[in-house]
């Protein structure tokens, strides 16, 4: 492989990022803003005080500027941060080329940071959660996320010393089962939180959480797609050249 600057693929991941950013958007635009006009209705119904008072954003500027934006700001900075994993990770996880890490370093972020977290504290349409806890809610939810990430680390380390004595395969098995137990230990630890009014719609919470899971599954397929490619060119020599030229015969 050409050695190259962190530099450049630090570029690329960020331009692969901005793409992953446009396919989150158009699957929360799509999908998930009908979800949340559904949940505003309801929360508006119930609400005591039905004041004239303007928003200081408009809902059809949340839903389109605002979230397009907020969805391509994640986009690039996610794609940074991956774009650093992939190049520690590269040559470290195994003989795999820039396409396959781009896409273990993807489904492994998409594990620690999204899944993990989100199965312990699922995401709430509005109207669902009270806003004196909001404070607690977020910060359980930032430590889940660290405590996923850091376990994960661990698992790594412990899988490649295992690795000498018990062989790729089996020291991966055991690294897989000491991950697994230890976020069930802190699955028992932290706090759970359910805070759903009395009548609020399961489908719709249902379809909102499955929508939410469904914008991070587009934005990181998008990412390692997009960045998998991007990399084997700036990495590989004679890759753009080995896909223009196809044998015939």
Known sequence: MNQ?????????????????????????YLLGESKVDAAIAIEEAGAHDH?????????????????????LLYG???????????CYALGRVGR???????????????LTVNLVPFLKYPSNPPAVGDPDTVVQRTTLFVLMIALSVLL???????GRRLAPK?????ASVVASLAFVAAIGLAYGLLPGINEIP????????????????TIQV????????????????????????????????
């Not at 190259?4 to 446009?22: K, N, T, W």
């Not at 795999?96 to 998409?110: D, E, I, K, N, Q």
Request: proline letters at 5%; hydrophobic letters at 60%.
């Open 4 to 28: 190259i600057s962190p530099r450049v693929l630090l570029i690329r991941g960020m331009l692969a990022g901005l793409a992953a950013g446009v396919a989150a958007f158009l699957v929360a």
């Open 51 to 71: 004041g004239d008072e303007m928003a200081p954003v408009s809902r059809a500027l949340q839903a389109t500027a605002g979230l397009g934006t907020g969805t």
């Open 76 to 86: 690039v900075a996610i794609g940074g941060i991956a774009a650093l994993v992939f």
């Open 96 to 110: 795999f080329g820039p396409r396959a890490t781009a896409l273990l370093v993807c489904g492994g972020l998409f």
């Open 152 to 158: 994960a680390a661990g698992a790594l380390i412990l």
């Open 166 to 170: 018990l062989g790729n395969w089996n």
């Open 198 to 213: 009395d009548g609020f719609p399961a489908t719709l919470i249902w379809e909102f959480r499955i929508t939410t899971l």
């Open 218 to 249: 587009a934005l990181w397929a998008t990412f390692g797609l997009a960045f998998g490619y991007l990399a084997e060119r700036a990495l590989v020599p004679g890759a753009t050249a080995k896909e223009a030229v196809q044998p015939t015969g």
